[in-house]
C-alpha cells in the first residue's frame, strides 16, 4: 500500500514540475522584447521603440520602469527576440532620427511578428505582406541604418527598409570588429512595402566587411529578399570570407518581372576584397539569386568563389530578359562558374556581355553547365548584346570553358557578337569542350590575331607555328560526313605541332555559319588523335549518334597529359553530311553444269539500295568464293578492273537506287565435282554503309555427269540383243537334245 501510495507521489510531482516548466518563461530562449510604437525615441514614457528594444537587447536592461516599455534582454550566448505589435492596421513606418544603434549581441529581429504581417511563400515570385518599414532618409553619411559588431548570430528578417541617403548602407556586418553567422532575410530593402517601387538615392546596400558564415536570403520562400539599390558598389558587397548570398531578387520588384535598379552604375553581387571564398546561390532547389544590375551582376575580385544556379539578367522564370550589363566580370583566379551537377548552371542572358574573363584571371577559372543568351529552356533567344564569353586574360592554367565530362558544357547561342571570343594579348591555355554553340552573331569561338577574314576567322598554318590566342590552334579539316543506319561517319585531318595529342570534338547543326567556319550546337562526340612528325593525322569514318543536323564541324584542343587539355582552335569548316548507300548484290546462271566443263557463266549485279549515293574514290570490291568443284577462270563487265581473280574493282560513283554495269563470272567444272555446288560472291566499299548484312549472295547450281546424259539404245541394238538371246536359247535346246539321246 506505501508502494502504491509513493508512486503516486512521484508521479503527482511529475506533472506539477511540467506543468511549472510549461508556463515558466525559460532563459534558454532569450527575453521577448516587442515594440510597440513608431516613435523613434529613448525615453521613460511607457513606449518601447526600435532604438530602446536594441538598447535593451544589447545592454540587458529594461528600456524604463513605466508599463510599456521594452524588457531587458539577457546576456550572452542567449538569442532575444524582438517583435512587434504596433496598433493599427496596414504599414506601420519608423521614421529614423538617425541610426538604430549598433547590434553587440545576438538577437532576432523579426518584423513578421506585426499582426497581418506574412511571409513569403511563393517559389516565383512574392506574396509576402509587410508591415514595419523604416525610413532612413534622416541617417546621415558617417553611419548605418544596422550596423553588426562582433557577437554574431544575429538575423534581421521582415523589414521594408528604404530611402536610404547615398553613401549609407542599409545593413553593415562587422565593419570594425568581426561579426560572424548573421542572417539577413525575408527584407524588402530599397522599394515600397509592396515592393513594386524603388524608393532611395541609389545606395543602401548591404557590406559584409568583416565576418564569416553570414547568411544573405537562404533557400526558402520565407527567406528572400527583395534589394534593390547600391549605386557605385554593389547590391551586395562581401569584402570578407565564408559567407553565403542565396534566394534573393536584387535589382527587380518583389514579383520578379520587371527591373527596378536604378540608372547608374550598380554592381549585383560583389566580392572583391579579402580572401573570397564566399557562395552566390547553389544548387539546392531556391538557393539561386535572380540579379539585374545595370554595370554587372556579380564581380569577382578575390578568389576561390562559387557561383552556380542563379538567374542573371532575366525575369523569375527565366522566360524574358530585363536588361543589365555585364552578368559575370571575373576578375581573379580560382573561381567556378556554375559546374556540372544539377542545377549548378546559371542562366545569364539579356545583358551586353554574359562573362567576361579579365586578365588577373590567370589560374583556375570554370565555366560550366551554364546557360548564355538563351532562356531557362536553352533554346529560346535571350541574347546578350555583345560576346558570351570575352576573355582578355593572358596564359592560363587549370581554367576551362565547358568541360569533358556530363553536364560541364555551357550552351551559348544568340548573342550579338561572338560566342566565345579569346582576346587579349598572345596567350594560351583555353580548353572550350563539349559545348553547345550556335546561333550567334559572330564566330562560334573567335581566337584573335593571325591572318583572319572578314568574319574575324582565322586561317590554319602549316605545322601552327603562329601565335595568338590560345597560340591561334589550327582547326581540323572535313573531308567527308555521311549517315546511315542512325549514326553519322566523319573523315578528315589535322595538321599541328608534330608528334603532339589532341582531343578531336565533333558537333552538328542544322545550318552552317555564314563564316562558312561553322559552329557547334550539338556535341556529337570527341575522339583522341596524334600527329606524326610532319605534323599530321587522318581519322577516317569516325562514327557517332546522329543528331542535332546534318551539317558537320569539329575542333581541336591540344591534349598534353591524360585529362589535361589546353588552347582549343576555332571550329572547323562546315561539312554537309550525306545519307549512305547501302551496297546489294546478286548472283544468278542459266541450266546446269557439266563436270569437266568450262566456260560456264554466273551473272552479278551490284546495286546501291541505299539513300545516299557512293561517292566517287570510294573503291567497290566484288569478290567471288567459289566451291572446290569450281573454279573461276575469268571476271569482265564494263567499268570493272579484274586484274586479280577472283576480284573485280571499282571507283566511280553509283548513286542510290541504282546498279553497276553486270559483271560476268566464268567458272570450269572439276571431273569430280558433286552437285549442287554452292558458289557465293560478296561487295565491300571503302564508304561507310547504312547496312552491310546484305552485301553477300549465293547461287546454288545443279551438276551433271561428264559426256552428257546416259545413251538411249538403238532398235538395232536391240536387235542384236534379242538375236544373242535367240541364239543362246537354241544351243541350251540343243544342249538338251544331246543329253537326252544318250540316255
Avoid at 550572452?76 to 549598433?102: E, Y
Avoid at 602549316?462 to 590560345?470: M, V
Avoid at 597529359?561 to 548484290?585: H, K, M, N, R, Y
Amino acid at each position: 500500500m506505501m508502494q502504491v501510495h509513493l508512486g503516486l507521489r512521484v508521479a503527482t510531482l511529475r506533472w506539477v514540475a511540467f506543468a511549472v516548466l510549461a508556463v515558466a518563461p525559460s532563459a534558454a530562449f532569450g527575453a521577448t522584447i516587442t515594440v510597440n510604437s513608431t516613435a523613434d525615441v529613448a525615453a521613460n514614457d511607457g513606449q518601447c521603440t526600435l532604438r530602446e528594444a536594441i538598447t535593451a537587447a544589447n545592454t540587458n536592461t529594461a528600456s524604463g520602469a513605466a508599463a510599456g516599455e521594452c524588457a531587458a534582454g539577457q546576456a550572452f550566448p542567449i538569442v532575444d527576440t524582438i517583435t512587434f505589435n504596433i496598433p493599427g492596421a496596414g504599414v506601420h513606418t519608423i521614421s529614423l532620427t538617425s541610426a538604430v544603434p549598433a547590434i553587440t549581441g545576438p538577437v532576432v529581429i523579426d518584423g513578421y511578428t506585426q499582426p497581418g504581417a506574412s511571409p513569403n511563400t511563393l517559389a516565383v515570385g512574392n506574396d509576402a505582406v509587410l508591415r514595419i518599414e523604416i525610413d532612413s532618409t534622416a541617417v546621415t553619411l558617417s553611419a548605418d541604418v544596422f550596423q553588426f559588431l562582433g557577437g554574431g548570430g544575429s538575423t534581421v528578417r521582415g523589414l521594408v527598409v528604404n530611402r536610404v541617403p547615398n553613401g549609407v548602407r542599409s545593413f553593415n556586418i562587422g565593419f570594425s570588429s568581426a561579426s560572424n553567422n548573421n542572417t539577413i532575410a525575408g527584407n524588402f530593402i530599397g522599394t515600397d512595402a509592396a515592393g513594386a517601387v524603388f524608393l532611395g538615392s541609389g545606395d543602401g546596400y548591404i557590406f559584409v566587411g568583416n565576418g564569416t558564415g553570414n547568411t544573405i536570403g537562404g533557400t526558402t520562400p520565407a527567406a528572400r529578399n527583395v534589394i534593390v539599390g547600391g549605386a557605385g558598389l554593389g547590391v551586395i558587397d562581401l569584402s570578407s570570407s565564408g559567407n553565403l548570398v542565396q534566394g534573393n531578387y536584387i535589382g527587380v520588384n518583389a514579383a520578379g518581372t520587371a527591373s527596378l535598379q536604378p540608372p547608374n552604375a550598380t554592381v549585383g553581387i560583389r566580392s572583391e576584397s579579402g580572401a573570397g571564398n564566399n557562395t552566390i546561390g547553389g544548387t539546392t532547389p531556391g538557393a539561386g539569386n535572380l540579379i539585374v544590375a545595370t554595370n554587372a551582376g556579380v564581380l569577382l575580385g578575390n578568389q576561390n568563389n562559387l557561383v552556380q544556379g542563379n538567374f542573371i539578367g532575366t525575369n523569375a522564370t527565366g522566360t524574358a530578359g530585363l536588361g543589365g550589363g555585364i552578368g559575370i566580370f571575373i576578375d581573379a583566379s580560382n573561381n567556378t562558374i556554375g559546374g556540372g551537377a544539377a542545377g549548378a548552371g546559371n542562366l545569364i542572358s539579356g545583358g551586353t556581355t554574359g562573362i567576361h574573363i579579365n586578365s588577373p584571371a590567370t589560374v583556375g577559372t570554370i565555366i560550366q553547365g551554364n546557360k548564355i543568351g538563351t532562356d531557362i529552356t536553352g533554346t529560346a533567344a535571350i541574347p546578350n548584346s555583345n560576346f558570351g564569353i570575352n576573355v582578355a586574360s593572358l596564359t592560363v592554367t587549370a581554367s576551362s570553358i565547358g568541360g569533358a565530362n556530363p553536364g560541364e558544357g555551357n550552351t551559348i547561342a544568340f548573342n550579338g557578337g561572338d560566342g566565345v571570343r579569346i582576346g587579349g594579348s598572345p596567350g594560351a591555355g583555353w580548353p572550350i569542350l563539349g559545348n553547345s554553340i550556335f546561333s550567334n552573331a559572330g564566330l562560334g569561338i573567335n581566337l584573335t590575331g593571325g591572318s583572319e577574314n572578314a568574319f574575324g576567322a582565322t586561317a590554319n598554318d602549316l605545322g601552327d607555328a603562329d601565335t595568338g590566342a590560345n597560340n591561334l590552334q589550327n582547326y581540323p579539316v572535313l573531308t567527308s560526313a555521311v549517315t546511315g543506319g542512325g549514326n553519322v561517319f566523319i573523315s578528315g585531318s589535322l595538321n599541328s605541332t608534330a608528334s603532339t595529342t589532341f582531343r578531336i570534338e565533333f558537333f552538328s547543326n542544322t545550318a552552317c555559319d555564314a563564316s562558312g567556319l561553322g559552329e557547334g550546337k550539338t556535341f556529337l562526340g570527341s575522339s583522341t588523335v596524334t600527329t606524326d612528325g610532319g605534323g599530321n593525322v587522318s581519322f577516317n569514318s569516325l562514327s557517332f549518334p546522329a543528331a542535332g543536323g546534318a551539317v558537320i564541324t569539329s575542333t581541336a584542343t591540344l591534349n598534353p597529359s591524360a585529362g589535361v587539355f589546353t588552347d582549343t582552335s576555332e571550329f572547323s569548316a562546315c561539312a554537309s553530311a550525306a545519307a549512305q548507300p547501302d551496297l546489294t548484290i546478286s548472283k544468278t546462271h542459266t541450266g546446269n553444269f557439266v563436270q569437266g566443263s568450262s566456260g560456264n557463266n554466273y551473272t552479278v549485279i551490284v546495286t546501291n539500295s541505299g539513300a545516299g549515293d557512293k561517292l566517287a574514290g570510294q573503291a567497290v570490291s566484288v569478290t567471288d568464293a567459289p566451291p572446290s568443284g569450281l573454279t573461276v577462270t575469268a571476271m569482265s563487265g564494263t567499268g570493272w578492273t579484274c586484274t586479280t581473280l577472283p576480284t573485280c574493282t571499282r571507283s566511280d560513283v553509283l548513286a542510290a537506287g541504282n546498279s553497276y554495269p553486270p559483271l560476268t563470272v566464268t567458272v570450269s567444272v572439276a571431273a569430280s565435282a558433286s552437285s549442287p555446288q554452292v558458289n557465293s560472291i560478296s561487295v565491300t566499299t571503302a564508304q561507310a554503309e547504312s547496312n552491310t548484312g546484305n552485301n553477300t549472295a549465293t547461287d546454288s547450281t545443279n551438276i551433271v555427269p561428264g559426256g552428257g546424259p546416259a545413251p538411249i539404245p538403238t532398235l538395232s541394238e536391240w536387235a542384236m540383243i534379242f538375236l544373242g538371246l535367240l541364239l543362246a536359247a537354241l544351243a541350251f535346246r540343243h544342249l538338251r537334245r544331246q543329253s537326252s539321246s544318250h540316255v
